[in-house]
């Protein structure tokens, strides 16, 4: 079993920064923290950024250039630093975490709204 768990979201104004982080817990051998994906209000969820490669993150064009993954190995956890924010990135925020042979396991999710 993992779980994944994703303190970090809230209220912040536009121009404003936030980060969000999410910590995998239990069964976390072979798993990889991979990616962050979003949802708004009456929308798809759609890909943030996602890591392919171990030096190679793929970033969503609308945050492109404001949105950074950050990993910390040692804790399990990994961080989306989002800055810039704008009132169109509000949406519940989800982490992704894969493995080879186990598939595909999400967060919780995370409100973030953006103010104008």
């Known amino acids: 079993q993992v779980q994944l768990v994703e303190p970090g979201g809230g209220l912040v104004q536009a121009g404003g920064s936030l980060r969000l982080s999410c910590a995998a817990s239990?069964?976390?051998?072979?798993?990889?923290?991979n990616g962050w994906y979003r949802q708004a209000p009456g929308k798809q969820r759609e890909l943030v950024a996602i890591?392919?490669?171990?030096?190679?993150?793929n970033y969503a064009d609308s945050v492109k250039g404001r949105f950074t993954i950050s990993r910390d190995n040692t804790k399990n956890t990994m961080y989306l630093q989002m800055n810039s924010l704008k009132p169109e990135d509000t949406a519940v925020y989800y982490c992704?975490?894969?493995?080879?042979?186990?598939?595909?396991?999400w967060g919780q999710g995370t409100q973030v709204t953006v103010s104008s």
């Open positions: 992704r975490a894969w493995s080879a042979d186990r598939g595909i396991f």
């Open positions: 239990g069964s976390t051998s072979s798993i990889n923290l």
């Open positions: 890591t392919v490669t171990s030096t190679t993150t």
